[in-house]
């Protein structure tokens, strides 16, 4: 490996242009490469792409994905990990549900089902990681913001804005939210809820009517500094007894205010060295704003222009003089700020880099005339931990520069650093790099346009430049794109996340306008983003240090595995302690020994989500008097996702009126996500012994008794009623009907009524009994302890102490008395395993039974995440086409064996 790095170095060298540049054998030079070789080899990165079917969703439908996941070097497929990680995020930054996928070479797809007990309208975050990926800054995971609105029950959007006002006693936190209908007309006289809550704390709540337009605005005065973002307003609108609609809003301030950050080119501004300082204009949001203004010196001389060109960023050019504080003055909405610019350095070095052409850099060093004494310097270019380009520089005059062509470099990010001769960095500049020799993709159709339902054979042929095939895994969605309307620029896709953001930390705006229809201008753009952004995938600090000092906390996983420790009552561990697994459902039973530390593991495991996992441990005596530990998978802070104001969006308003359309014809067939909604078996208390201490009196029979065997298994107890005659479940209520009206049910645990069923264990009950309204004439008598409507809303509990007739049914959650005791010595009880994939439904309009009589209103018109093509470097597929005349628009994004990224899109007309 050493000698292959020194060959780089050596042919790099071979292109310098200019005198000042040489190359000779150098110990700390040689030293440095050994290092930085350790390091990767030691700390080997990997990254991870999604590729989605669409942009946004709604409540009943399925996200559908593909994962890619490359070592960062070469972009190539990984071989480390086996296991991957998909967390999907809510504003709360709460992990609503985790997939947990098999990878094989590099490779998964999977699905969120996006059900109404788990999920309600909101903006969400996708989260992907592999365990080893753990080990590092988490800043460089794959992130994904989605919006997701609720097409299925709602038909309200709500626009919320804020204000924060100073006050006498703090500051006055002003909330509008206006609320209207899908054709954008508003909800009046519309009563609404609403609570502030700051993490647990609830700082207030209130109700109140929406005005003529639709609007109700909530004041409250913030006695304390809060964090933004984490202060979340929670609201429930009631349109009438049955649709209330539940949002979720992070608090962020609508004042305009504006943050100037400047970075000078190579890190500092030196005394007398003409430079570029780029800037970037933030506004409220953390998004970039257009400002414009100069830059003055301490007597008020102006010495630089400044003017926005490229979301919020920008770029000047002086002279700065050691002693001077410059300062940047802009107007915004009339008024003026001042913005310190860094101070000037007295003597140092200035790292420049210039897109000379289409196939050349410019590299210019410059230094202060004192440090004009032959000194020498080193410059090394590298990307992902693999040296690209190296040269010890002699410093014979104050500047010097050279001519570099980009073919030298892999495309991406490219990280040029300047050292002193001992190898301790001074400046640092990054470049982008568009290669043009990227991968041929035909995707072509026999015609360009189609009838309704009607057959699609799509082709694919992937090629290099010189015409060879090449063999590659793709993913390919199709969209209706009348109702998918995409923005290709807005759009996260494989070459924007691993060539981009993957390497970058904070927020990148239009992450793919980088990559669409590439010319001078956009090159120009990207540079400003290299000059603007913080790249530290990893610190020179860190390559320094000796190889023997790595310490990971987390394993490449190998296979899905259950890890933990065996520690005895005083929670130390013990050597080599026995332990067992069990798997009930399989009667699977492994056994395992403890290391030294007391550490175990089982791995190789293979079955689906929520098993029932038993694990049993004795010390090396085996005497009973060990505890397990097992480990905790979640290793990242929450994370809050912003604020997305869903009613200004047009698009996706749209988006969810036609879903709602979709959903209505699907009902009407007893159908939702294309699978067939089956009545529960219905199990009565004749054929189940009663539940040991449960409210319900003996007197009264219930209509459905769901036992503890059934619920061991489920890991949400709202699943139980969805299919339940008379029985819905939305936005996770539990409704019930009555005498041709709707409303929720009662629900009571232990006896007493509760609000809120999703915060119940299924594993810790003995049982649920459930009455439904109409199953009883003349009441229950059940007394309570405490008035109903003091927990359950609605003007049919108002007072009741004693349940009656009037209420929409009633459900009975009884804990199971023996889980509140102390579990046995030894034992531990778990629900793990890989998250089951299911095949995405697309009818095939020439088989029979598909539905002919109903409309076909999908959104999404096929999804194949596992395209494979051959040695020719070809592939097909083929679907049919739904019941609207459009546009469809077709995706393929995926990685070639060598490492070469594609993302095509092709579209067809439906007529």
Not at 113 to 133: E, H, I, K, P
């Amino acid at each position: 490996m050493k000698k292959r790095l020194l060959l780089q170095v050596f042919v790099a060298a071979a292109f310098i242009a200019l005198s000042g540049f040489l190359l000779k054998d150098d110990g700390p030079l040689n030293s440095f490469i050994e290092k930085l070789e350790q390091y990767t080899n030691r700390n080997p990165q990997e990254k991870v792409h999604l590729h989605l079917d669409k942009p946004y969703y709604s409540i009943g439908e399925d996200i559908w994905f593909s994962a890619y996941v490359v070592n960062a070097e070469e972009n190539k497929l990984s071989l480390l990990s086996k296991v991957l990680y998909v967390d999907i995020i809510d504003e709360r930054g709460k992990v609503k549900k985790t997939q947990v996928l098999p990878l094989e070479n590099g490779l998964s797809n999977g699905h969120i089902d996006l059900s109404d007990t788990t999920f309600r309208a909101g903006t969400y975050q996708l989260r992907a990681y592999t365990n080893w990926m753990r080990n590092f800054d988490d800043a460089f995971l794959f992130r994904k913001e989605i919006n997701i609105g609720d097409a299925l029950h709602d038909k309200v959007m709500v626009d919320t804005k804020f204000e924060l006002n100073p006050s006498s006693n703090g500051t006055v936190l002003k909330a509008t939210l206006s609320y209207s209908n899908f054709d954008n007309e508003p909800e009046i006289n519309k009563e609404v809820s609403y609570n502030l809550v700051y993490g647990d704390d609830k700082l207030f709540s209130g109700t109140g009517r929406t005005d003529s337009k639709g609007t109700i605005t909530v004041n409250y005065n913030l006695k304390k500094d809060y964090t933004l973002n984490k202060l979340l307003l929670n609201t429930v609108f009631n349109k009438n007894d049955v649709i209330k609609v539940t949002k979720t809003v992070a608090v962020v301030s609508q004042a305009k205010t504006i943050d100037l950050q400047f970075f000078p080119e190579g890190g500092n501004l030196v005394d007398g060295i003409r430079s570029k300082v780029a800037f970037k204009a933030i506004n409220e949001s953390g998004m970039g704003t257009a400002v414009e203004g100069y830059v003055e010196d301490n007597d008020g001389k102006k010495v630089a222009a400044i003017n926005t060109t490229h979301l919020g960023m920008g770029l000047f050019a002086f002279m700065p003089v050691a002693g001077q504080q410059y300062q940047a003055v802009i107007v915004k909405d009339g008024e003026q700020k001042r913005f310190r610019l860094p101070p000037a350095m007295a003597t140092g070095y200035v790292l420049n880099m210039n897109h000379l052409d289409d196939e050349n850099l410019l590299l210019r060093i410059n230094c202060s005339p004192a440090l004009v004494q032959d000194r020498e310097v080193v410059v090394v270019a590298q990307s992902n931990g693999m040296i690209k380009y190296t040269a010890k520089i002699k410093m014979d005059k104050e500047s010097v520069s050279s001519k570099l062509p980009k073919n030298m470099f892999s495309e991406g990010i490219v990280q040029f650093t300047l050292f002193t001769a001992n190898m301790s960095p001074m400046a640092e500049r990054l470049v982008f790099i568009h290669r043009n020799d990227s991968l041929n993709v035909k995707v072509s159709t026999p015609k360009a346009s189609y009838g309704k339902r009607e057959q699609v054979n799509l082709a694919l042929h992937v090629e290099d430049t010189q015409a060879k095939g090449e063999v590659g895994s793709f993913s390919v969605s199709v969209v209706n794109q009348d109702k998918v309307n995409q923005v290709e620029d807005n759009e996260t896709t494989i070459l924007s996340n691993l060539l981009l953001t993957s390497d970058l930390k904070g927020n990148i705006e239009k992450p793919n306008y980088y990559f669409t229809a590439i010319d001078a201008a956009k090159i120009r753009d990207l540079d400003l983003l290299m000059l603007t952004q913080g790249w530290r995938r990893f610190k020179w600090s860190d390559v320094m240090q000796p190889e023997g000092q790595a310490h990971f906390k987390f394993n490449a996983e190998s296979s899905f595995a259950i890890h933990g420790t065996i520690v005895n009552l005083s929670n130390k561990p013990i050597p080599y302690g026995k332990i067992n697994l069990f798997v009930p459902s399989t009667l699977l039973l492994i056994d395992t020994v403890a290391d030294a530390n007391g550490r175990f593991v089982f791995d190789d495991l293979v079955f689906p989500d929520s098993t029932t996992v038993i694990l049993r441990a004795k010390n090396a005596k085996d005497r009973n008097n060990a505890q397990i530990l097992i480990d905790n998978r979640v290793g990242f802070a929450s994370v809050t996702a912003p604020r997305t104001d869903d009613a200004k969006d047009a698009v996706f308003v749209s988006y969810l009126a036609a879903a709602q359309q979709r959903f209505g014809e699907m009902g009407k067939y007893g159908l939702i996500n294309g699978r067939i909604l089956l009545k529960p078996v219905e199990i009565k208390t004749s054929r189940n012994p009663p539940i040991y201490k449960s409210a319900l009196p003996t007197i009264s029979p219930p209509d459905y008794t769901i036992t503890p065997d059934k619920l061991q298994s489920s890991t949400n107890v709202l699943n139980f009623f969805t299919g339940m005659a008379g029985i819905t479940v939305r936005s996770n209520i539990i409704y019930g009907r009555r005498k041709g009206t709707e409303g929720p049910m009662l629900l009571l645990l232990d006896g007493r009524p509760i609000k809120d069923a999703t915060m119940i264990d299924p594993s810790t009950l003995a049982g649920i009994q459930i009455i439904r309204a109409g199953a009883y004439s003349s009441g229950i008598g059940l007394n309570l302890q405490e008035p109903i409507d003091a927990v359950v809303d609605g003007p049919q509990y108002k007072g009741l102490t004693n349940i009656m007739s009037s209420a929409y049914g009633i459900v009975f959650f009884t804990t199971d008395w023996r889980a509140k005791a102390k579990p046995a010595l030894g034992l531990s009880r778990l629900k793990t395993g890989y998250t089951l994939t299911k095949e995405f439904y697309a009818p095939a309009y020439d088989v029979p039974g598909q539905h002919r009589e109903m409309a076909d209103l999908r959104s999404t018109i096929y999804w194949k995440p596992d395209l494979i093509t051959d040695e020719k470097g070809n592939a097909s597929l083929k679907f049919f086409t739904a019941d609207e005349a459009g546009k469809y628009l077709v995706t393929l994004e995926g990685v070639a064996l060598n490492g070469q990224l594609v993302r095509k899109r092709y579209s067809l007309t439906v007529k």
